[in-house]
C-alpha cells in the first residue's frame, strides 16, 4: 500500500478541489484511494458532489460527523489513525483548511507519512478563526505545500517553510469550475427558485457571522436592508440554519431561503447573480472566475487576490447596503482571473506528486 495516494476529504470545498487531482492523477496511473471523514455528512453537502464531479465514491466513509470543534478533531484523529495504520500510504493529500485537513496532517506526521497540502499559504492572519489555525498548522507539517495564489508564496517563505517544499500551481477550484461550466445553467436554476431576472445569492456559514446571536443579528438586519434593493436566494448551511432564522432571516420580505444545493445547481445560481454576498473563501474564487461581482461579510479575507483583482470587496454589516448599492450600478469585474487560474492546477499538482515519488523511490 505504500506506493499509494490517499485522498482525504470532509466538506464540499474538500470535494471540489480534490476532483481534478484525482483525475489528474488516475491518468497519470498512480495508485490513490480516498478517504471520506463524514465533517459533511448531510446528502446534499456530501456525496451529491462525488456524483456531479465524477470523484470515484470514498474507498473509506468515516462518517464523523459534526460537534464541537474539539469533539470532532478527536473523533478525526481518532478515525484518520486507524485508517492509516491499517493501511499506511506513501503520501497523504489534504486539501484547504477544515478539521479534517489538520486532523489528516496530524495523524499523518505522527504516523511518519508525508503529507500534501493543496491550497497551501493562505493568511487571513485572524487567529480567531477556527481555519486559520487549521491551515496554519497543516502547513507546518507538510512535505509538499500546493499554492493557488503568489501572495501565498511569500506568506510561506516568511514562516521560514525551505523553497523547495512549496509549488505554485494555481487553483483546483477553478478546475472544476471550468471542467463543468457548460453545465451550470443560471436560467434553469432561476426559474426552479422562482427568482426575478435580476437577483442575489447569498451564503453565510463562518463563526464570527452564526455562532454569536448578536452578530448573525447584525447579519440579518443588513441582509434585511440590502432585501430592499435586490430579491435575495440564501441557501442555508446547516450550521448557521438555526441561529440565522432565530434571527429572523426567514420572516424577512424578498429573501428566498433555499435549502442546500448541489454543485451543479448551486454554481447555475451563482452564475446569474447581479451580486453574491458570503462569507466564504471558496465562492468568493469562484465569483472572481464567473465574474459576479462579490461582497465578503467579514473584516478579512485569506484570499486578497480576489479583491486586488476587482471581483470582490469586504464589507461590514454597516457597509453592506451602501457597497451594495455601489455594486449594482457598476461596471462588469474584470475578464480575466488571476495568474495560473487555467483549469489546468490538477495536472500542475500530478507532475509534481509524480516527480517527487520517483525521487523518493530513488533514493529508497
Request: charged share 20%.
Given at each position: 500500500?505504500?506506493?499509494?495516494?490517499?485522498?482525504?476529504?470532509g466538506?464540499?470545498?474538500n470535494f471540489?478541489?480534490?476532483?481534478p487531482?484525482?483525475?489528474?492523477?488516475?491518468?497519470a496511473?498512480?495508485?490513490?484511494?480516498?478517504?471520506?471523514?463524514?465533517?459533511?455528512?448531510?446528502?446534499r453537502?456530501?456525496?451529491?458532489?462525488?456524483?456531479?464531479l465524477?470523484?470515484?465514491e470514498?474507498?473509506?466513509d468515516?462518517?464523523?460527523?459534526?460537534g464541537?470543534?474539539a469533539?470532532?478533531?478527536a473523533?478525526?484523529?481518532?478515525?484518520?489513525?486507524?485508517?492509516l495504520?491499517?493501511?499506511?500510504?506513501?503520501?497523504?493529500?489534504?486539501?484547504?483548511?477544515v478539521?479534517?485537513?489538520?486532523?489528516a496532517?496530524l495523524?499523518?506526521?505522527k504516523?511518519?507519512l508525508?503529507v500534501?497540502?493543496?491550497?497551501a499559504?493562505?493568511?487571513?492572519?485572524d487567529?480567531?478563526?477556527?481555519e486559520?489555525?487549521?491551515?496554519?498548522?497543516t502547513?507546518?507539517?507538510?512535505?509538499?505545500?500546493?499554492?493557488?495564489?503568489?501572495?501565498?508564496v511569500?506568506?510561506?517563505?516568511?514562516?521560514?517553510?525551505?523553497?523547495?517544499r512549496?509549488?505554485?500551481?494555481?487553483?483546483p477550484?477553478i478546475?472544476?469550475?471550468?471542467?463543468?461550466?457548460?453545465?451550470?445553467d443560471?436560467?434553469?436554476?432561476r426559474?426552479?427558485?422562482g427568482?426575478?431576472?435580476?437577483?442575489?445569492?447569498?451564503t453565510?456559514?463562518?463563526?464570527?457571522?452564526?455562532?454569536?446571536?448578536?452578530?448573525?443579528?447584525?447579519a440579518?438586519?443588513?441582509?434585511?436592508?440590502?432585501?430592499e434593493?435586490?430579491?435575495?436566494a440564501?441557501?442555508?448551511?446547516?450550521?448557521g440554519?438555526a441561529?440565522?432564522?432565530?434571527a429572523?432571516?426567514?420572516?424577512?420580505?424578498?429573501?428566498?431561503?433555499?435549502e442546500?444545493?448541489?454543485?451543479?445547481?448551486?454554481?447555475?445560481?451563482?452564475?446569474?447573480?447581479?451580486?453574491v454576498?458570503?462569507?466564504s473563501?471558496?465562492?468568493?474564487?469562484e465569483?472572481?472566475?464567473?465574474?459576479?461581482?462579490?461582497?465578503?461579510l467579514?473584516?478579512?479575507?485569506e484570499?486578497p487576490?480576489?479583491?486586488?483583482?476587482?471581483?470582490?470587496?469586504l464589507?461590514?454589516?454597516d457597509?453592506?447596503?451602501?457597497?451594495?448599492?455601489e455594486?449594482?450600478?457598476?461596471s462588469?469585474?474584470?475578464?480575466?482571473?488571476?495568474?495560473?487560474?487555467?483549469g489546468?492546477?490538477?495536472?500542475r499538482?500530478?507532475r509534481?506528486?509524480?516527480?517527487?515519488?520517483k525521487?523518493?523511490?530513488?533514493?529508497?
Amino acid at each position: 500500500m505504500l506506493d499509494h495516494v490517499v485522498h482525504v476529504v470532509g466538506a464540499r470545498p474538500n470535494f471540489v478541489k480534490a476532483a481534478p487531482v484525482v483525475a489528474a492523477l488516475r491518468a497519470a496511473g498512480q495508485p490513490q484511494s480516498v478517504v471520506h471523514t463524514g465533517q459533511h455528512y448531510d446528502e446534499r453537502m456530501s456525496h451529491v458532489f462525488f456524483r456531479e464531479l465524477g470523484l470515484p465514491e470514498p474507498d473509506v466513509d468515516l462518517g464523523v460527523g459534526s460537534g464541537s470543534h474539539a469533539r470532532q478533531t478527536a473523533a478525526l484523529l481518532t478515525a484518520l489513525e486507524e485508517e492509516l495504520t491499517a493501511r499506511p500510504p506513501g503520501l497523504v493529500m489534504v486539501y484547504g483548511d477544515v478539521n479534517s485537513t489538520l486532523a489528516a496532517a496530524l495523524v499523518a506526521a505522527k504516523l511518519g507519512l508525508p503529507v500534501a497540502h493543496v491550497e497551501a499559504g493562505l493568511r487571513s492572519f485572524d487567529m480567531t478563526m477556527p481555519e486559520e489555525v487549521n491551515r496554519r498548522l497543516t502547513d507546518q507539517l507538510a512535505e509538499l505545500l500546493f499554492v493557488t495564489s503568489a501572495e501565498a508564496v511569500g506568506h510561506l517563505a516568511n514562516e521560514g517553510v525551505a523553497p523547495d517544499r512549496i509549488h505554485f500551481v494555481g487553483n483546483p477550484m477553478i478546475d472544476t469550475l471550468m471542467a463543468h461550466l457548460p453545465r451550470f445553467d443560471a436560467q434553469a436554476a432561476r426559474e426552479a427558485h422562482g427568482l426575478p431576472e435580476r437577483y442575489g445569492v447569498v451564503t453565510l456559514h463562518r463563526p464570527a457571522n452564526v455562532d454569536d446571536p448578536s452578530a448573525a443579528s447584525a447579519a440579518v438586519k443588513a441582509l434585511r436592508e440590502a432585501a430592499e434593493h435586490i430579491e435575495l436566494a440564501v441557501p442555508l448551511h446547516p450550521r448557521g440554519r438555526a441561529a440565522l432564522e432565530a434571527a429572523g432571516l426567514g420572516e424577512a420580505r424578498r429573501v428566498r431561503i433555499l435549502e442546500p444545493l448541489g454543485y451543479l445547481e448551486f454554481m447555475g445560481l451563482l452564475r446569474g447573480a447581479a451580486v453574491v454576498i458570503t462569507d466564504s473563501g471558496g465562492v468568493q474564487e469562484e465569483t472572481t472566475v464567473l465574474r459576479v461581482p462579490c461582497l465578503t461579510l467579514r473584516p478579512n479575507t485569506e484570499r486578497p487576490v480576489t479583491v486586488t483583482h476587482g471581483t470582490n470587496r469586504l464589507v461590514t454589516p454597516d457597509g453592506l447596503v451602501p457597497a451594495l448599492i455601489e455594486t449594482l450600478d457598476g461596471s462588469p469585474a474584470a475578464p480575466e482571473g488571476p495568474p495560473l487560474w487555467d483549469g489546468r492546477a490538477g495536472e500542475r499538482i500530478a507532475r509534481i506528486v509524480t516527480d517527487w515519488r520517483k525521487a523518493r523511490n530513488d533514493h529508497a
